[in-house]
């Protein structure tokens, strides 16, 4: 069934469909068990919302369905059920300092660059140079323009500066 078809039906289960739209719905109906099936389900779709509807509810529906849920926990109050999570919060949260610290120390331990800081080490961070600075933005701008997912390794040229001579006008050999 087209898309076209489905907006159809399901413009058709919710309101009066008259004109150009009448004639294409009944000519539908006429030639696919699937477009009756799918009308008569939208219909009964429509009519439980329409049931339902946000002023359909009683006054003191609220109070009714918090009763339930207090029933069904066990007479536990809101402000048990805050404490209860509270409690839980606090092993999760000491358990998550644990960790945290524990990779640092981890990481501090195994860090390979000696000239890197302490807190670059513990946060695995790779020291970073201008120059890979340059060639990561230079991979960047590449994959971008090329649009293809992986582009292999390439030797990228420094940044030269701009307004001073990089090589002698003059050949040394």
Do not use: C
Not at 5 to 29: F, H, M, N, P, S
Not at 63 to 72: D, K, P
């Amino acid at each position: 069934m087209l898309d076209d078809d489905l907006r159809l039906l399901t413009q058709a289960a919710t309101e009066e469909i008259q004109g150009v739209d009448a004639e294409r719905l009944k000519a539908l109906l006429e030639g696919s068990e699937e477009a009756r099936r799918a009308l008569a389900d939208l219909r009964v779709a429509a009519d439980t919302v329409a049931e339902t509807r946000f002023g359909s509810f009683a006054p003191g529906f609220a109070e009714g369905v918090m009763a339930r849920v207090t029933r069904a926990r066990g007479g536990a109050s809101s402000a048990q059920f805050a404490d209860s999570l509270v409690a839980v919060f606090y092993r999760v949260a000491v358990a998550g300092v644990i960790v945290a610290v524990g990779l640092g120390i981890l990481n501090v331990t195994r860090a390979s660059d000696p000239n890197g800081s302490v807190f670059d080490a513990a946060l695995a961070m790779p020291t970073v140079s201008f120059e890979s600075a340059y060639e990561m933005e230079a991979r960047a701008l590449l994959e971008s323009f090329m649009n293809v997912g992986e582009i292999s390794p390439v030797s990228l040229p420094a940044p030269q500066n701009v307004g001073t001579e990089s090589g002698s006008s003059g050949g040394s050999s």
